[in-house]
């Protein structure tokens, strides 16, 4: 099926308060178990690729263009996100390359220039059917605005929205990227006064730091998106680094990854129905 547009599937969670998950794929395995994940819980999936992440390759097309196929190809409705993209130009190759929805952060930059460069990144996206997301404060881990005790102001919030047209808001809530713990403290009142205010989905980055009890707890507060990255490193790394030390003359990497993506595809699975509503019927 073609990629799927999130502002829809979003809209849906929204209005039904449940959560829709949104999880990043540095290699073809990560992705393969992202949508194997998705598939076995019967629900739709945001598959991310990070601006760390195209770093990382040298470059989008590669990964972006295996994902896709991957995505296109799936038995549920996956659409392919752009994540924390600070280089306009990126965006620009990724509308080209066939997203249907990026991340445009320009939380570093001085407030009028974040807001005015969003605008622009708004412009040229919604021109091309695409959904943009931004971020008001940033999440603590990327040395930008979730730092400790900075939170995102409510009325803010909207006032941004409504000033440069974003499809979806990433807020400060009291979370942070890349914890291996999940002990981060949600600011859950904030959440809803947030949710009230603000007239698009809410997204909650940094979301491996939070326990399942808070997940349940945040979605039914109001928030929608769900992003999870360090989480399911942790798991496919425990695998890999588990089959190593259990051989250490193991050479193929297929006997170790195999493994790691197969736990990864369950955790995905389980953090999909997690998020989602309680009952089956409503999901489906």
């Given amino acids: 099926m073609p990629l799927a547009d ?11 308060r449940h959560g829709v998950g949104a999880f990043n794929a540095t290699l073809l395995e990560h992705a393969e178990a992202l949508v194997s994940g998705a598939e076995a819980a019967g629900a739709p999936l945001v598959l991310q690729i990070s601006e760390n992440a195209v770093r990382y390759h040298g470059s989008l097309r590669p990964l ?49 220039e974040n807001r005015a460069v969003t605008r622009q990144v708004v412009a040229h996206c919604h021109t091309h059917d695409v959904a943009v997301e931004a971020e008001l404060g940033e999440v603590g881990g990327k040395d930008g605005v979730h730092a400790p005790g900075v939170r995102t102001d409510p009325a803010e919030a909207r006032r941004f929205c409504e000033e440069t047209g974003v499809d979806a808001l990433a807020v400060a809530v009291g979370t942070s990227h890349a914890m291996a713990s999940r002990d981060a403290v949600v600011d859950l009142d904030l959440v809803a006064a947030i949710a009230g205010l603000v007239p698009v989905p809410l997204v909650l980055h940094g979301s491996s730091g939070v326990d399942d009890e808070t997940l349940r707890a945040v979605v039914a507060q109001g928030m929608t998106k769900v992003n999870i990255a360090t989480h399911l490193n942790k798991v496919f790394t425990g695998v890999v680094r588990g089959r190593l030390d259990a051989d250490p003359r193991l050479l193929d990497a297929r006997k170790y990854v195999a493994p790691a993506r197969d736990a990864m595809a369950k955790e995905v699975e389980r953090l999909i129905t997690l998020l989602g509503p309680d009952t089956p019927e409503v999901r489906s």
């Fill in 6 to 16: 999130p502002r829809p599937i979003l809209a849906a969670a929204r209005s039904a």
């Fill in 64 to 112: 972006a263009l295996a994902a896709r196929t991957l995505a296109e190809a799936a038995a549920v409705p996956v659409a392919l996100h752009l994540d924390h993209a600070e280089d306009v130009d990126l965006v620009h190759e990724a509308v080209d390359l066939g997203f249907t929805s990026v991340m445009f952060d320009g939380s570093r930059l001085p407030d009028d």
